[in-house]
């Protein structure tokens, strides 16, 4: 199969189902920030591994957050197939049940019972993995924004319970974040309102 097949050249993709769009319609930008998620998710799987990001603890490792974010990639790619086919009918659009989100909240549950209580709201950062992970989600949040456009702007077909996925997800990765920074022993930084207390404002 070719990479190339010039079909876009004329600045119109092809949608499941067969609908022609332009490549500035909402669908293909819901399309497109799907991707970026799951391609900032690609380079935190590989952070995870990396000697910055070896957990501080024995026997702690990363082994149960590869294997979210593995699933999460896979079901990132059926939902973009369900957002390919939303105007109009088409066979190839994967199912994409409830219980899916269900499992991102019991994935919620899990990782925050191991992290410490937040007293104030914290900036992205910490080491690569961690950094990434903040990144994601606020690109996952993005997605979310496009979805409920594109929702609002008109669909064949429903994307709700995609829809609630993306705003569980958005959740499951600012705790992800906190996992990855924790268990290496890097210190979250509380956002110094104003300005006016401790500079560095690190807790953990």
Same mark, same amino acid.
């Given at each position: ?74 079901? $990132?790619?059926? *939902? =973009? ?12 659009? @994967?199912? &994409? %049940? !409830? ?66 996925? $993306?705003?569980? *997800? =958005? ?12 268990? @290496?022993? &890097? %210190? !979250? ?16």
């Amino acid at each position: 199969m070719k990479i190339y097949t010039k079909t876009g050249d004329d600045g119109e993709t092809g949608l499941l189902g067969g609908v022609r769009v332009s490549k500035s319609h909402l669908a293909i930008g819901a399309c497109g920030a799907l991707d970026e998620t799951n391609s900032i998710i690609g380079v935190v799987r590989s952070a995870l591994w990396t000697r910055e990001s070896q957990p501080l603890k024995e026997g702690i490792n990363f082994d149960d957050v590869d294997a979210v974010l593995s699933r999460i990639q896979n079901e $990132l790619f059926d *939902l =973009g197939s369900r957002v390919a086919a939303c105007l109009g009918e088409s066979q190839r659009a @994967t199912e &994409f %049940p !409830e219980s899916r989100s269900k499992k991102l909240e019991q994935d919620i549950d899990l990782f925050q019972s191991e992290l410490p209580p937040l007293t104030a709201f914290i900036l992205p950062g910490g080491n690569t993995a961690g950094s990434s992970l903040h990144l994601a989600r606020a690109v996952c949040r993005r997605s979310e924004r496009d979805i409920v456009a594109l929702i609002e702007s008109g669909v064949q077909q429903p994307l709700d319970l995609e829809l609630i996925y $993306l705003n569980r *997800l =958005g959740d499951l990765l600012f705790v992800l974040a906190r996992i990855a920074n924790v268990r @290496t022993g &890097f %210190p !979250e930084t509380q956002w110094n309102v104003g300005g006016e207390k401790n500079p560095s404002n690190k807790v953990g």
